[in-house]
């Protein structure tokens, strides 16, 4: 399994927006907003390679260091397949 975490979405949003558009959203928006692209993306390149899947947003999991961190809550937000 493989785990991406997105650390500068707000960074990718304002890049393509613009600072002041960016300011007035959400970084919570701005993260699911990426991950929804990625998500897209993603499932595009590894569909047109042939490999076959899954690729999932999910809330409530975290990367600290070598450690995966499960929150209270686990909650799938998008799932898509390939």
């Known amino acids: ?21 960016e300011r007035l959203t959400s970084s919570e928006y701005d993260q699911n907003k990426v991950e929804d692209i990625v998500i897209d993306r993603l499932a595009a390149n590894l569909k047109a390679e042939g490999i076959r899947g899954e690729v999932a947003a999910v809330n ?16 799938i937000r998008r ?3 390939i």
Do not use: C, E, P, Q
Request: aromatic share 2%.
């Open 1 to 21: 399994m493989i785990v991406l975490k997105i650390t500068n979405a707000s960074d990718v949003v304002a890049s393509n927006i613009g600072r002041f558009l």
């Open 60 to 75: 409530g999991l975290d990367l600290h260091d070598d450690d995966l961190v499960l929150h209270d809550r686990l909650k």
């Open 79 to 81: 799932r898509r397949t």
